[in-house]
Nanobody, 127 residues
Framework: QVQLVESGGGSVQAGGSLRLSCVAS????????RAWFRQVPGKEREGVAV????????VYADSVKGRFTISRDNAKNTLYLQMYSLKPEDTAMYFC????????????????????WGQGTQVTVSS
């Protein structure tokens, strides 16, 4: 019903920047909540940031607060993750996700609460 395609990943040195994009198609509703997750081998998927559709509020993981910005271009139906001051520990596969339920608070950093996922884009940060 909803298809998500991430892009923008790559290799960058510590301190560098990248902007990830996630294009939504299908029956994606602009009021659906959207988020970015990341995952490294052997670890659980980690919530990075969420954009609440109704309020426009954003929440970030402590590890990226002040360095990453989540935003959306409704006209292009695209979600972005702007990443500055990248660190080696940011190295991971990054995924965008959509929660189709339109509501308020939910445990945003738990992957089980999202209904649609992209295929992921790799970010590698070297020291």
């Amino acid at each position: 019903q909803v298809q998500l395609v991430e892009s923008g990943g790559g290799s960058v040195q510590a301190g560098g920047s990248l902007r990830l994009s996630c294009v939504a198609s299908g029956n994606a509703d602009r009021l659906y909540h959207r988020a970015w997750f990341r995952q490294v081998p052997g670890k659980e998927r980690e919530g990075v940031a969420v954009l609440y559709a109704g309020s426009g509020s954003t929440v970030y993981a402590d590890s990226v607060k002040g360095r990453f910005t989540i935003s959306r271009d409704n006209a292009k139906n695209t979600l972005y993750l702007q990443m500055y001051s990248l660190k080696p520990e940011d190295t991971a596969m990054y995924f965008c996700a959509v929660r189709k339920s339109i509501g308020g608070w939910f445990p945003w950093a738990q992957s089980a609460f999202y209904d649609y996922w992209g295929q992921g884009t790799q970010v590698t940060v070297s020291s």
